[in-house]
T-cell receptor, first 114, second 111 residues
Framework: DVKVTQSSRYLVKRTGEKVFLECVQDMDHENMFWYRQDPGLGLRLIYFSYDVKMKEKGDIPEGYSVSREKKERFSLILESASTNQTSMYLC?????????????FGPGTRLTVL | QKEVEQNSGPLSVPEGAIASLNCTYSDRGSQSFFWYRQYSGKSPELIMFIYSNGDKEDGRFTAQLNKASQYVSLLIRDSQPSDSATYLCAVRGAAGNKLTFGGGTRVLVKP
């Protein structure tokens, strides 16, 4: 079974703190994604990566950065957390191969910024 | 206009009835279409995918795709209380592996 894990289920941080969210997948997937999910807004793509050290901006990259030093690990960084970044953060991965590319999701990290 | 649109619901259906969920998309070059189910507090899980016009059936679920009308739907037959969840429609564009998600439709199945 594909497994995508995230470092924390719940996280509480203060405004201005630097926050690291880690995601690890064990299926040798090339592509990894970070989304945030907010009520009424659905899943919105923050950043994605299609290879080690490669990254591309998604729809809402402002205030975030990412790092992918190893194929299995994709980190989301909030350089200076703000209250409007309180949200559910979901990591996903998918293979490049195949006609369809199912994205497998991690359990999510619910981040609260006070 | 959102790229992928769904009615937010809630869609209330009695147990045993058919739940019909709709999704429209704006990118005519879209290649693949996915339905994810998300229980409250959990992450999305894939239940169906479709990439050819027509119907695709898997157990109690049927996905229907009409590329000319840019429309994809999900039917849930013999709805059960365990089907109560939010259903997310996702679309993969012409290039790359990004998915664009709709806002989700919340389904409530009442015993």
């Amino acid at each position: 079974d594909v497994k995508v894990t995230q470092s924390s289920r719940y996280l509480v941080k203060r405004t201005g703190e630097k926050v690291f969210l880690e995601c690890v997948q064990d299926m040798d997937h090339e592509n990894m994604f970070w989304y945030r999910q907010d009520p009424g807004l659905g899943l919105r793509l923050i950043y994605f990566s299609y290879d080690v050290k490669m990254k591309e901006k998604g729809d809402i990259p402002e205030g975030y950065s990412v790092s992918r030093e190893k194929k299995e690990r994709f980190s989301l960084i909030l350089e200076s957390a703000s209250t409007n970044q309180t949200s559910m953060y979901l990591c996903a991965s998918t293979s490049t191969l195949g006609v369809y590319n199912e994205q497998f999701f991690g359990p999510g990290t619910r981040l609260t910024v006070l | 206009q959102k790229e992928v649109e769904q009615n937010s619901g809630p869609l209330s259906v009695p147990e045993g009835a058919i739940a019909s969920l709709n999704c429209t998309y704006s990118d005519r070059g879209s290649q693949s279409f996915f339905w994810y189910r998300q229980y409250s507090g959990k992450s999305p899980e894939l239940i169906m995918f479709i990439y050819s016009n027509g119907d695709k059936e898997d157990g109690r679920f049927t996905a229907q795709l009409n590329k000319a009308s840019q429309y994809v739907s999900l039917l849930i037959r013999d709805s059960q209380p365990s089907d109560s969840a939010t259903y997310l429609c996702a679309v993969r564009g012409a290039a790359g592996n990004k998915l664009t998600f709709g806002g989700g439709t919340r389904v409530l199945v009442k015993p």
